[in-house]
């Protein structure tokens, strides 16, 4: 079954675990890079609801653990990426460049941008990646 964002967010970043643990791209993308990554869908004028959040742990070229958090739960991380949940459907659905998206664009990024862009290709494998994970968007 199809999971829906934002309301089965554990089970779509469950998904996109398994997605980015079957992909050889990630793997030598990521190898050698270790990160937690906190992802928020910010309400916006589509989706008014709480803020989804996931958290996605990346640990030499495998992503160790990915859960929803719970809004009001506190999540150790090293860096959040939050866009509004327009850019997140835009996003996901190859509408949306991401180093744009990122760069100046609907997103923010929080951490230290500069050891992030120097892992730059295993980020743009996990969101490409995350593009290849079936998804329904409830809004």
Known sequence: MTPTLPDEADAW?????????DS????????GFEAAILFVVQPD?????????????????????????????????DYA????????????????DTAEAVMGGPF???GDTLALMSHREAFLAMV????DV?????Y
């Open 13 to 21: 970043v469950h998904a996109w675990r398994d997605r980015l643990n």
């Open 81 to 96: 990426l939050r866009g509004p949940y327009e850019a997140w459907k835009a996003l996901l659905r190859d509408e949306l």
């Open 24 to 31: 050889d791209e990630f793997a030598d993308a990521a190898a």
């Open 108 to 110: 923010d990024v929080q």
């Open 134 to 138: 079936d998804v329904e968007f409830a």
């Open 128 to 131: 490409q990646t995350a593009r």
């Open 45 to 77: 004028e589509r989706y008014d609801g709480d803020p989804v959040r996931m958290l996605v742990d990346v640990v030499d070229g495998e992503c160790a653990a990915a859960e929803a958090v719970a809004a009001s739960a506190d999540a150790d991380y």
